[in-house]
């Protein structure tokens, strides 16, 4: 089998990668929502793969995953990888989660991820009314993460948040000391959403990037009591093409509050230090974004051998980076907790991908599937009318 093709689309709000082959098996990946101007990126590599044999997945990868970087690059690195990979199980009909060495679960528990409700404030009280909604949601979830501190409108709706200019470009640019008011009004609404859970429910909190070390650290001891799953991405996070394993170091060794990062970084060599000297408690790396799924999985091997938990990425996956989740967390190691839930934008989309369950979710978990690939295809009829003019991606 040879690779003849490398095609990339985007269908509403989610960019897509397609592999073809000369034996008329093809191969889907998937691309955060957040970069619909990956096309030039992912075309990048085609030279480098069309004539491959993609069921040597490893081969084709040390052809391109040299090449790539933190976003936006990697993530179409990680795109090409899932395809390969829905090939390859397409091609030996079995899941992909077979080739991965097997199922440790029969299902994957996931937290909320894209499912979000609006904020009406950035007051204790609203935290606590949003926090109450996503309690109620049809998923059941387990464990539930909402978006804090300089994560959330915080840093621009609060006035003298924190000893800085306020910069309202997008993300999550701001960052800088925390005032006393700006420390006090995060732990209130954290204490108001944790009344509303109780212990029923987990809470973990987006925090970042922006945090200073002192406030990472002065955060995390004040919400020890109340038993918060993991803080994340207080120092680096979105769009920070670097790791400062260091820093985080030195927040993790001062608190008993589990600290959490890793969506932002590309391949297994940049979480060698945050591993190795133990500076988080838990990474969370994309499988859209670190290389794909056999990366991560070798990230959470490696992560475990050190006795770090896994947490993956993938608020903007989409369904076909749903259904690449769905696999590659039924074989990782017994130091997984959930990975963050992505949906379909808009709607239409889960009128055009066929395999998913339905309903996806119950009781905050997913029921691995069993269909050779990734276990998931997109009905081409009734993708077209949705693809930008003249495109060829099914062609």
């Known amino acids: 089998m040879k690779i003849t093709d490398l095609k990339c689309t985007t269908l509403g709000s989610n960019p897509i990668v397609r592999i073809t082959t000369d034996e008329g098996i093809d191969g889907l990946g998937a691309v ?21 044999d993609p069921t040597n997945v490893e081969r084709v990868m040390l052809r391109i995953r040299r090449m790539g970087s933190f976003k936006p690059w990697g993530s179409a690195v990680s795109a090409i990888e899932m395809a390969l990979w829905d090939i390859a199980g397409k091609a ?64 621009r709706e609060i006035p003298n948040y924190f000893y800085g200019e306020i910069s309202h470009s997008g ?24 009344e509303v859970l109780g ?31 993991w803080l994340e991405d207080m120092i680096t996070g979105d769009y920070t093409p670097y790791v400062l394993a260091d820093l985080y170091r030195d927040v993790t060794t001062k608190t ?39 990366e991560l999985k070798w990230i959470a091997e490696y ?27 039924a074989a990782l190691p017994q130091n997984y907790i959930a990975f ?21 979710v119950v009781n905050g978990f997913i029921d691995v599937w069993d269909r050779p690939g990734m276990g998931v295809t997109i009905n081409v009829e009734k993708a077209r009318k949705y693809l930008p003019a003249g495109d060829d991606f099914f062609d």
Not at 34 to 39: A, E, L, N, S, V
Not at 117 to 133: C, D, L, S
Not at 340 to 360: K, Q
């Open 32 to 52: 955060e929502s957040y970069k619909p101007y990956i096309k030039p990126h992912v075309e990048f590599y085609r030279d480098m793969i069309v004539g491959e």
């Open 92 to 155: 030996a009909g079995v899941p992909v989660y077979k080739l991965l060495g097997g199922k440790v679960r029969d299902k994957v528990r996931v937290y909320n991820g894209a499912i979000r409700f609006p904020m009406e404030g950035v007051e204790p009280q609203h935290f606590a009314e949003n926090t109450a909604k996503m309690k109620e949601s049809k998923e059941g979830f387990t464990l539930i993460k909402q978006a804090i501190s300089f994560h959330s409108a915080m840093a």
């Open 171 to 194: 993300r999550h640019p701001n960052r800088g000391l925390l005032t006393e008011r700006g420390m006090k009004h995060t732990v209130a609404c954290i204490e108001a959403m944790k």
């Open 199 to 229: 212990d029923e429910i987990g809470l973990a909190l987006d925090c970042g990037p922006g945090m200073t070390v002192p406030d990472a650290v002065r955060l995390a001891k004040a919400v020890e009591p109340l038993n918060i799953a």
């Open 256 to 294: 008993s509050t589990p600290i959490h990062t890793g969506e932002q970084i590309y391949l297994r060599q940049n979480f060698i230090e945050l591993i190795e000297k133990q500076a988080v408690n838990i990474v969370g790396p994309d499988p859209c974004d670190v290389g794909g799924i056999a």
């Open 303 to 329: 992560a475990d051998l050190h006795g770090i938990l896994m947490a993956p990425h993938g608020t903007g996956d989409g369904l076909i980076g749903l259904a690449a989740l769905v696999q590659v967390c």
């Open 340 to 360: 963050e839930y992505p949906v379909g934008r808009p709607e239409w989309w889960y009128d055009i991908v066929e395999g998913l369950p339905d309903p996806i």
